[in-house]
DNA sequence: GTATTATTGCAACTTATTCGCAATAAAATA
DNA sequence: TATTTTATTGCGAATAAGTTGCAATAATAC
């Protein structure tokens, strides 16, 4: 399935580019200059991260949020899983540059990991 | 407000404690033998998390896990956060032992951890 | 320029969780 | 034991996040 360039999957790939944090579906929404439909931002999204270009985490909240990692400049590398941290108090999500390292039982084997840890962020405490 | 002992809340927390895994709402109400009302399990679930007794997984599928773990035993000690594993094949999570150990940037203060790794349990790898 | 088909918008749907409210039943009190 | 108090329950409705079917639109290839 070939993909295509399309003033939507710009908008909201420059806006994740642009943002510090990971962002969910309605923050990405409100934030577009243009208007996009809430299945095709999901869509968009969800596309990206089959391409790898994107991650998602979901969070205590039960929402997702996506983000671009430093990584994933270059999609080649698989992403290492990492930590994330989600401030209450501005309620944004962000990568920490720090892998999950975590022995598993003997015959478990890890495919992947969602990690997020809550508090309060720099700029709120 | 007064705890009450009921017959629900019996039930809940003996297959909680006789479970090695952490439980969905819906994996409670099939285990049941009596019936419970949906949004009931879902009350005594979150009373049990405020009072320690219990505490909530979140995974990637979006949906609450709720598990007693080993040091629950002793509700005045604090939980200390620890990883979980969510087999994406026999679909349960369970506790591991291990701690999260994760340092955050300066200013950060974390209070709490939702950290779940996926993949093949040893059952069904 | 035309054909192909990926992408979009819309509305409807699903699934998980919560909430209001009146009925029920623990536990405290008389 | 009978009565009172109020925590707990069941029910139905509401909320919220995310997905899906379908027909219309618009990139891209030819
Ligand atoms: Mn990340
Ligand atoms: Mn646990
Ligand atoms: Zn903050
Ligand atoms: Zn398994």
């Given at each position: 399935?070939?993909?295509?360039?399309?003033?939507?999957?710009?908008?909201?790939?420059?806006?994740?580019?642009?943002s510090?944090?990971?962002?969910?579906?309605?923050?990405?929404?409100r934030?577009?200059?243009?208007e996009?439909?809430?299945?095709?931002?999901?869509?968009?999204?969800?596309r990206?991260?089959?391409?790898?270009?994107?991650?998602?985490?979901?969070?205590?909240?039960?929402?997702?949020?996506?983000?671009?990692?430093?990584?994933?400049?270059?999609?080649?590398?698989?992403?290492?899983p990492?930590?994330h941290?989600?401030?209450?108090?501005?309620?944004?999500?962000?990568?920490l540059?720090?892998?999950?390292?975590?022995?598993?039982?003997?015959?478990?084997?890890?495919?992947?990991?969602?990690?997020?840890?809550t508090?309060?962020?720099?700029?709120?405490?």
């Amino acid at each position: 399935m070939n993909r295509r360039n399309t003033p939507t999957k710009e908008a909201v790939l420059n806006l994740l580019m642009n943002s510090r944090k990971a962002l969910s579906q309605d923050a990405i929404e409100r934030q577009l200059d243009i208007e996009i439909n809430r299945a095709t931002i999901y869509r968009v999204l969800n596309r990206f991260c089959e391409d790898g270009i994107v991650h998602k985490i979901v969070a205590e909240d039960g929402k997702q949020y996506f983000a671009i990692c430093k990584k994933c400049e270059n999609p080649q590398e698989v992403i290492q899983p990492h930590f994330h941290f989600r401030c209450l108090s501005c309620d944004t999500i962000e990568c920490l540059q720090v892998p999950v390292e975590c022995s598993v039982p003997n015959g478990y084997e890890v495919q992947n990991a969602n990690c997020v840890l809550t508090g309060t962020c720099n700029d709120c405490s």
